[in-house]
């Protein structure tokens, strides 16, 4: 007769390779809350998923008609809507993940109250959601590429790896707000002006090349800086961007680990702020 496994319940929080086998052992349900968050997503419009194509598309034609026509970037190897468009690509994914990341726990209060599970699993569900629209909008980089005639590079083999390190960046955040915002109220507001600043540094509609000496040093300490190059080089190839934007990836990764810890050592109490 096979032996039953036994269980052992404890007060004492479990060790942080404990939690990761809870999130593992609970994985299915990322790809639940995923098709949830995708139905309550598109319900009900009439639109449907071309709002998620608009919205980029919108932003390219205000970038193209400002910085392209009144502001000329000569040092562009490239046409200026496929730069921009590259670059909000890489920005929207983030940023999606990043909001609706830093604010998912507590608008799905009466779900998290209801059921046990890593909290972790539905922040983490939000980078699938996100990648609905990452691939519908990376489909239209691809089209403006041949309109406009830029080539393809054999770097596209290492979109889906600067695709994963956006997200990890995006998560790392997301983890850190959200578990601050159940003893910090002021960290849920902090996440639109992150996110509507953020964009003014980083290299999505100007290139680095315009910026002080100082200001482009600067940049290789931002993670989604160096995402934006490194996507752009993939998709077209050219000049290798600086070896030094390894510094900003190294910082997302640091801060997605960061997020882990800290989602682990909170969550038990976040039903309690609620």
């Known amino acids: 007769m096979k032996a039953k496994p036994i269980i052992k319940i404890s007060s004492e929080p479990d060790s942080f390779g404990e939690y ?19 139905k309550i997503k598109y319900a009900q419009t009439v639109l449907g998923v071309l709002w998620s194509l608009i919205q980029p598309l919108t932003g390219l034609a205000i970038f193209s008609l400002f910085f392209n026509y009144i502001i000329q970037f000569n040092s562009l190897t490239m046409s200026y809507p496929v730069y921009a468009f590259t670059g909000i690509t890489v920005w929207n994914y983030f940023s999606y993940i990043f909001s609706n990341g830093s604010t998912g726990l507590r608008e799905s209060a009466d779900l998290i109250q209801k059921f046990n599970f890593p909290k972790v699993l539905f922040i983490l569900s939000k980078s699938l959601i996100g990648l609905v ?61 992150l996110v509507n600043f953020g964009i003014w540094f980083t290299p999505i509609f100007f290139p680095v090349s315009i910026l002080p000496e100082i200001m482009q040093k600067a940049m290789w300490f931002n993670p989604m800086a ?49």
């Open 226 to 274: 160096a995402y934006a190059e490194y996507f752009r080089w993939a998709l077209m190839g050219g000049e290798t961007p600086s070896i030094n934007y390894f510094l900003g990836i190294s910082i997302g990764l640091v801060l997605f680990l960061i997020g882990l810890i800290y989602m682990k050592k909170t969550e038990d109490k976040i039903v309690d702020f609620l």
């Open 20 to 38: 990761l086998q809870k999130v593992y052992q609970k994985r299915f349900l990322i790809i639940t809350f995923t098709q949830r968050g995708l």
């Open 133 to 193: 629209e990452f691939a519908m909008a990376f489909g239209i980089c691809l089209i403006l590429i041949f309109i406009y005639g830029e080539g393809l590079s054999v770097g596209l083999l290492l979109i889906p790896l600067i695709t994963f390190g956006i997200a990890t960046t995006a998560l790392g955040l997301a983890l850190i707000v959200a578990a601050a915002t159940f003893k910090f109220r002021d960290a849920y507001h902090i996440v639109p002006y």
